[in-house]
């Protein structure tokens, strides 16, 4: 029962979100090689303790967030918008 | 055993009778009485039949550990089984009845199981069932099924109704500071402590009363305590079980709302399942008294020894004349003082030999006697007594009643559920509550404390945690050490006699014995979690509550180990049952997933829509005239498409706003075909991979302006496209100046199909010219505005193959838009057509939907290679060339004709050749239909190496699960117009 902290919604239960996955993934570029999409794709690391991720607040404001959540207790330690534009207007209302 | 009801003991209302029936004959109750100490008032001490064996099973306890007495409450659509007669409220007019007994519990031909033990013994079904062959066509599961009836009818322990749930059930939600789990003295203590300092309290409590184990008290009146907490805003919430803990302080309830009455109140649930999301959760979810295991430990009159006592106080029943108890440590000596002073003859069995004890003296005490052998059959003769445990010197005490104590195991279940291993400790024999970093604090004897004393001073310690560890406080707190007996527990799980068969049970309720755990030490399964699957110890509805422990040290023996060494089961939620109803509230029926229509839902009806369920939305399937069935309609109408016109509600589509300036570079990078030369007016189909090259989803998009396009998307993936847009423009592409904005629910669509769609299209805009051939020519959009000045969007699309238009509009004028298409469709001879039509005229196309596209199949398998740019990338271009995707035995997108064209097949036929048919075979039938255009049935579907590969051989249609075979034709996909000649007119 994971409780998460919308930078635009404010506290809201897990089941309003939808899991995207791993936040630190760089893609590559659509002419990249096979090789490139392939780690891109499928080389996930298996991580005990906090790691970046992305949910989608589906039925709620929609936006693609990065959390950072303790695969061992479910922590959130924090709680940002995906995209950086985003993410500096709200550190800068803070 | 000889019971009574004593005048002056009890809780009980004497002032109200309550009369219920037990197995058909009456008998009478009080208000306050439990199922069980009405049963026990009216002397009736058989109440169930052993799982296994179909031994006769009295009352062990008075609480959730009961093991025993396990019977069937409610009748017709109200019928319970397996219902804890101690924890069951009586109500006036329940019926209850033993259970896996026939014809009752007090004779039942099964009780030959007794003797039959050998064919019962543990592991008798993984030994009997191994080596059933591999499951295949046709064979294999049958020695299963044979047996399955029989051991099915042979393990039930009462049946539940087949009925509809007349009941409903209800899913809460609710937020405090502290939860307190548990009113005994601790929980109490800790609820009013952090209730003073200003905490939000809920305060829950299993029982109907709070109090805990002091409504085992001659004394107490759990009222006063009531009203001085709930003064204090404590919300207390009795009949209610805390049954789980979950993630970041979460607490699962159960409240048992109405299980209490005969016929619930309407507006009431039967019962509610809590949420409560706490920020500190405080256990005083107390301890079990433990039994003893020796021979016959299990005839009717054996019970706890605190059991004994809250039948006393609370109930006033004295639950036997002459009573041994048996025990190896100090909490049973206040119990003995009770029932003699109620007027029993009591004797105290007391293992150990030293220790010092101040007793009234109105009993006799033998110190260094463990009880080995029961005597009696539906009860209690006598019992059998040595001084020591290697049976030397035995001895016959008469007696009715044998009440066990084994120690205490605190209920340390709640804090197991959060992966918190408990600790053996050795000085008190139990497993105690070890620490955790959560917000979670055990309190009273559920952390091993003995003392009433100690138990109120771990409340208010509880309590100053929780403050503490919330930040509202730094006080120094200190909790009670365990333990709090004068004398120490001398360890006693078993009493092993081998001169006798007899049987010596570790768990009551799935007649687990010790020679079971010791079979099972022979064969090999020592690991706990082994042992606990081969004997089944532990697994019954009371999870091993009483039996664990001594099932954990006889191991430990046998080992040669210390229990901590052999470690402990896990224990998981629920901590008691949790009915279904509950767990699935008010989600079932109509109310089982959101239902979802679209705006002309009503007018499809009014005009005779049979509708079907399509994901979540319902849509017209067919529309059938007078006595025609499914399949008459739909031939008709599909028929009537490719004559004249037909109309189809297409609303459900998923529809996405696309703007910005860089929309056109968007839809260039997400689609495999190109984007970026479509001419504003124009539509353009396009097929979306995944990042790994297999087909996402395919659908239009029409270019509304230079900045602007209109997305459809199939019905079904329309939710999961509009959030991959999102995710693309908030992850990936975050320099891209692109909105996209769902507007599935504000445009109604339909498709208008047929030679003479065109016609009737022309009879229902304001200016006809803008959708002639010239100005609307294939694949062309236009906004303009139906009769009505209705503003539309229509575009030239073609799904079935015909001529036909996608005419959009906003979801208010849906109805008006089908009347007026409706009755110029009707003067040409049209008719409205469902999802049934639309099949067969896509399926007789070789168009692929969500049946084809199943998240395995690439653009090439669909046969589509064409719709892939090789002048551009796009998502999923690098990975759809892989070596797996592009081997040479993928199945690939074909059409099928029965050899016979007279034979029909199903969708779901595996594809075999003719003389290896087995297995998955070489391919599938996904979609079949009667062509009407052709004359038979037709398939789509996939084949390894499709059509050129095959087109010359006979291949094998299997249909297993309608035991069914034919001979197949393999042929193109496109089986009618295959040029397209029809839509492009
Ligand atoms: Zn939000």
Redo the contacts between chains.
């Keep these: ?3 998460i902290n919308c930078p635009y919604c404010g506290e809201r239960d897990h089941s309003e979100f ?1 899991y ?1 996955g791993d ?1 630190t993934i760089k ?1 590559p ?6 090789k ?3 780690e ?3 080389f996930r690391k298996n991580i005990k303790g906090f790691q970046l991720e ?1 949910w ?1 607040h ?1 039925n709620g404001c ?3 967030l990065k959390i950072e959540r303790s695969t061992v ?3 959130i330690r924090s709680v940002k ?6 993410q500096k207007v709200v550190e800068n209302n803070k | 055993m000889k019971t009574s009801r004593l005048k002056n003991y009890g809780k009980i209302n004497r002032d109200n009778d309550l009369s219920f029936t037990w197995d058909n004959k009456k008998y009478k109750g009080f208000k306050g009485d439990t199922l069980a100490s009405a049963l026990l008032a009216n002397n009736i001490g058989v109440v169930g039949r052993s799982f296994k064996y179909h031994r006769p099973r009295g009352i062990f306890s008075s609480g959730v550990e009961e093991s025993g007495a396990l019977v069937t409450v409610g009748s017709k659509d109200r019928r319970d089984p397996n219902v804890r007669a101690t924890t069951q409220e009586l109500y006036d007019g329940l019926k209850a009845s033993g259970q896996n007994a026939f014809p009752n519990v007090n004779f039942d031909l099964a009780g030959i199981n007794n003797y039959l033990g050998r064919f019962f013994a543990s592991g008798f079904y993984y030994k009997t069932f191994m080596g059933i062959p591999p499951f295949e066509w046709g064979k294999g599961t049958a020695i299963w099924m044979f047996f399955e009836k029989f051991i099915r009818k042979a393990a039930g322990m009462g049946s539940a109704s087949t009925l509809p749930d007349p009941d409903s059930y209800e899913h809460a939600h609710d937020f405090c500071d502290v939860i307190v789990v548990g009113s005994g003295p601790s929980g109490i203590a800790a609820a009013i402590e952090a209730a003073e300092k200003k905490l939000d309290v809920i305060l829950v409590e299993q029982d109907s009363l709070i109090g805990g184990d002091q409504l085992s008290e001659y004394e107490f009146d759990s009222s006063h305590i009531e009203n001085q907490i709930k003064n204090l805003g404590i919300k207390v919430m009795t009949r209610t079980t805390a049954f789980g803990l979950y993630d970041n302080c979460v607490v699962g309830l159960l409240e048992r709302v109405t299980d209490h009455l005969l016929l619930p109140d309407k507006t009431l649930p039967r019962q509610r399942f809590w949420t409560i999301r706490a920020k500190h959760i405080i256990v005083g979810a107390g301890a079990i008294e433990r039994h003893i295991a020796f021979n016959n430990n299990d005839i009717p009159g054996v019970m706890t020894v605190n059991a004994s006592k809250h039948y006393l106080n609370r109930y006033g029943v004295l639950t036997g004349k002459k009573i041994v108890i048996t025990a190896n440590n100090d909490s049973v000596y206040e119990t003995a003082e009770l029932l003699s002073e109620a007027g029993a003859n009591v004797t105290v069995l007391d293992s150990r030999t030293n220790f010092e004890i101040e007793t009234n003296k109105t009993f006799e005490i033998r110190r260094g006697y463990v009880p080995y052998n029961i005597n009696g059959s539906k009860k209690i003769d006598s019992l059998d007594i040595s001084k020591s445990k290697n049976i030397s010197k035995s001895e016959t005490i008469n007696c009715d009643q044998v009440l066990l104590s084994g120690g205490w195991s605190p209920a340390v279940h709640l804090l197991s559920h959060r992966g918190v291993k408990p600790k053996w400790d050795y000085e008190n024999a139990c497993f105690l509550p070890s620490d955790t970093k959560e917000n979670i604090t055990m309190i009273g004897s559920s952390r091993g404390l003995w003392n009433k004393n100690d138990c109120i001073a771990s409340g208010v310690a509880g309590a100053t945690d929780a403050l503490n560890r919330l930040g509202i406080s730094k006080t120094n707190y200190f909790f009670p050490k365990p333990g709090g007996w004068k004398n120490p527990i001398k360890p006693l799980y078993e009493v092993k006699y081998n001169k006798s068969r007899s049987k010596s049970f570790v768990d009551y309720q799935h007649d687990v014995t010790s020679d079971d755990v010791r079979l099972a030490h022979r064969e090999g399964f020592i690991s706990v979690e082994h042992l606990k699957r081969y004997t089944t110890l532990g697994m019954a509805n009371d999870q091993g509550k009483m039996g664990n422990i001594i099932g954990l040290s006889l191991m430990a023996d046998l080992l040669n180990k210390e229990i901590p060494e052999v470690g402990t089961t896990v224990f998981r939620p629920p901590y008691t049952p949790v009915s279904i109803g509950a767990l699935s509230g008010r989600n079932v029926g109509k109310h089982f997933r959101p239902l979802r229509v679209t705006p002309m839902h009503q007018w499809n009806i009014d005009h005779g829509a049979k509708m079907i369920e399509v994901g979540l939305y319902q849509r017209p399937w067919y529309y059938p005239k007078e006595n025609e069935t499914l399949s008459n309609s739909y031939i008709r109408e599909a028929t009537t498409v490719r004559k004249t016109v037909g109309i189809c509600d297409v609303t459900s589509l998923g529809k996405i706003a696309i703007q910005g300036p860089d929309s056109s570079e968007f839809l260039n990078r997400i689609y495999s075909n190109g984007f970026s030369k479509l001419k504003v007016g124009k539509a353009r189909y396009g097929i979306m991979l995944r990042d790994d090259g297999i087909v996402m989803d395919d659908g239009t998009s029409w270019r509304l302006a230079e900045n602007e396009y209109f997305m459809t998307t199939s019905t079904g993936e329309a939710a999961k496209v509009m959030s991959w847009l999102e995710e693309l423009l908030q992850t990936r592409w975050t320099n891209l100046n692109v909105n996209v904005t769902s507007v599935s629910e504000q445009w109604a669509g339909v498709s208008i199909a047929g030679p003479k769609s065109r016609e009737v299209l022309n009879n229902c805009v304001i200016d006809s010219s803008v959708i002639n051939n010239n100005n609307l020519p294939f694949m062309g959009v236009t906004s303009t505005f139906l009769k009505g000045k209705i503003p539309c969007r229509i575009a030239r699309i073609s799904f079935s193959g015909e001529l036909a238009f996608e005419v959009y509009v906003k979801s208010d004028f849906s109805n008006t838009m089908m009347d007026l298409l409706w009755e110029n469709a009707k003067k040409n001879d049209g008719c409205l057509y469902g999802l049934e039509a639309l099949g067969a005229l896509r399926v007789e196309k070789g168009h692929v939907t969500a049946a084809e596209l199943d998240g395995r199949v690439t653009i090439d398998d669909a046969g589509l290679s064409k719709m892939a740019s090789s002048k551009k990338s796009y998502i999923g271009s690098a990975m759809r060339k892989r070596g797996v995707l592009k081997n040479n035995d993928r199945e690939i997108l074909v059409g099928f004709f029965p050899a016979n064209l007279k034979e029909t097949f199903n969708a779901g036929t595996i594809v075999c050749e003719k003389h290896n048919i087995k297995g998955q075979g070489i391919g599938r039938i996904t979609s079949v239909t009667y062509s009407p255009e052709l004359g038979h049935w037709i398939g789509i579907g996939f084949v390894k190496g499709g059509l050129d590969r095959w087109k010359d051989t006979i291949l094998v249609g299997a249909d297993p699960v309608r035991n069914k075979q034919m001979n197949l034709k393999i042929v193109s996909p496109h089986m009618v117009d295959p040029k397209g000649e029809r839509m492009h007119a």
């Design positions: 029962m994971i409780r939808s995207g936040a893609y570029s659509l002419d990249s090689s096979e490139e999409w392939t891109a794709i499928f992305t989608h589906t929609r936006m693609w207790t479910h922590e918008p995906c995209h950086p534009d985003l």
